[in-house]
């Protein structure tokens, strides 16, 4: 049985007293990080955004099944921001998919409180789709006109999932509409509840899949867009007292300054992507049926499926206790990514004259991005920027020289690491 099958579809079933407990600690989570991203000079800002947009589109390509480069989509947000890698041009040229990857979400961000349109979401997906797996052959930019299921399994033995609401083009329509309506009153704004909202539209939005792929991949790039906009509220309710509707009181320009992503999220999903798989058939439903439309035996139905369910599909508190528990999970991660842009800013300012290859500003970069005092290695070294062993050896000696790194270590363990972080807290 299906959550659309029930009674209570599209809202499901919430009871928000036994959730006041987990929404007070998430909250003493994200707060501070809104305030702390109040005191960041614009480049700082643009650094950490930078730097948190990678680690969530690394982590939301990966849970569909695309592989992006970190380093790759840094440099691809760094060039979109406008920020230096150092003094030239980035090392490498980018993939085609990280700079559409790029673009999408900064997009997704910057208008978040700009009226979301059933177009906009379409051109996304459009512009996405071909580097999602199995994407040939599909409708992209449209809603689908079929059925949907999820299904998983190998070597010949297939599992039904989840199987979604609406069967053709007019029955979907009808379930997009009802949601669309439910976003126009509900999205986060200053006069609602808004992580609960968020954390519920986002459940609608997986429940309906109104995709023929990609569904995941959209829907997280919504609920990043929610998310943007309960920091920028957050934002301004710190600045003094706030009231109307922000979208319509700012202009463009001030809502660019506005959204911004304040804190990651994804990449702690992505580490319990097993955890996320049997929440959503616990909220969405277990299938009674195989992919082949018979009915499974009750031993391979428990094998595949596990026992039987004992509540009904539509449970909302638990799908809120969840990601509340991953958003404090990336909001403690996000706190470390405060001090690391600081700590870099300071770094650049110390060698903003201190003349640097393409491959030492790689290193300095990701040095900065793992933020530990392990340093790298000159073989790591060699390996991270693709060089030979006699230039990897010249252009560490070269950054020891300067001052930008430090080395730790005697002969082949020799080690090499940015002395900004040494003896730091």
Not at 83 to 101: D, H, I, N, Y
Not at 368 to 383: I, K
């Amino acid at each position: 049985m299906w959550i659309w099958q029930q009674s209570d579809w599209p809202r499901g079933r919430l009871t928000i007293m036994p959730l006041l407990g987990e929404l007070a600690a998430t909250q003493a989570v994200m707060s501070p990080l809104v305030a702390q991203g109040q005191h960041l000079y614009p480049r700082q800002r643009l650094r950490l955004e930078a730097t948190l947009l990678s680690e969530e589109m690394e982590a939301s390509a990966q849970l569909s099944g695309v592989v992006l480069g970190r380093a790759a989509l840094r440099d691809a947000l760094y060039q979109a921001l406008g920020l230096e890698t150092g003094q030239q041009e980035s090392p490498r040229g980018l993939a085609p998919g990280v700079e559409v990857f790029a673009d999408v979400t900064l997009e997704v961000v910057r208008t978040a409180f700009q009226p979301l349109q059933q177009e906009q979401v379409l051109e996304w997906h459009r512009r996405l789709g071909p580097f999602l797996p199995r994407s040939s052959g599909q409708r992209l930019g449209e809603w689908r006109a079929a059925s949907y299921e999820a299904i998983s399994g190998r070597y010949g033995i297939k599992r039904l999932r989840y199987r979604a609401p609406a069967n053709t083009t007019e029955e979907l329509a009808e379930e997009l509409a009802g949601f669309w309506a439910r976003l126009a009153s509900e999205e986060p704004d200053v006069d609602n509840s808004g992580v609960l909202n968020a954390l519920q539209l986002h459940a609608h939005w997986q429940a309906l899949s109104p995709l023929a792929l990609g569904n995941g991949l959209i829907g997280r790039l919504l609920l990043m867009r929610w998310l943007t906009r309960i920091d920028a509220l957050g934002a301004l309710q710190q600045q003094g007292e706030w009231s109307g509707k922000v979208g319509e009181q700012l202009g463009e320009e001030a809502l660019e300054q506005l959204c911004w992503r304040r804190q990651s999220l994804f990449a702690v999903v992505l580490e319990q992507q097993d955890a996320l798989r049997e929440l959503e058939q616990h909220c969405f439903g277990k299938p009674e049926e195989s992919a082949s439309g018979r009915q499974l035996p009750p031993m391979l139905d428990r094998a595949l499926n596990g026992e039987a369910v004992e509540t009904l599909p539509g449970d909302m508190n638990v799908w809120v206790q969840w990601w509340l528990t991953r958003l404090r999970e990336g909001g403690r991660c996000t706190s470390f990514h405060y001090q690391r842009v600081q700590r870099a800013e300071r770094l650049w300012l110390e060698h903003a004259r201190t003349p640097l290859n393409t491959r030492q500003r790689e290193l300095v970069l990701t040095l900065l991005e793992r933020d530990d005092e392990e340093g790298v290695g000159r073989a790591e070294y060699r390996a991270l920027v693709t060089t030979s062993d006699p230039t990897a050896a010249r252009d560490l000696a070269d950054l020891t020289a300067k001052q930008v790194l430090e080395s730790y270590g005697v002969g082949r363990g020799t080690r090499y690491r940015l002395p900004v972080f040494t003896g730091q807290g």
